[in-house]
């Protein structure tokens, strides 16, 4: 009878268990899938980046023309007094 009983108490944790590992497996699998949406987020924001890292370069080379005509401009205008 005492083994029956071990055997029954064997077989309710081993039903335990089960549960707990199938809770986990299902847990792991939503985890796996919010890690796969942000690992695609990711490359979203990467490849937006990517693109305003570009569009800084362009404003920034843009800033040197505008800076060295600037210079020139006010060469120019040093020059000019000068002639006076």
Avoid at 4 to 9: Q, T
Avoid at 19 to 42: A, H, I, P, Y
């Amino acid at each position: 009878m005492e083994k029956r009983a071990s055997e029954g108490l064997i077989l309710q944790a081993i039903r335990e268990l089960s549960g707990q590992v199938v809770e986990l497996s299902n847990t792991v699998q939503k985890m796996d899938q919010r890690l796969d949406r942000m690992d695609e987020r990711f490359d979203q924001m990467d490849v937006r980046f990517d693109k305003l890292e570009s569009k800084v370069d362009k404003i920034n080379a843009k800033m040197d023309i505008v800076g060295e005509e600037l210079l020139d401009t006010k060469a120019d205008v040093r020059m000019l007094k000068k002639a006076k």
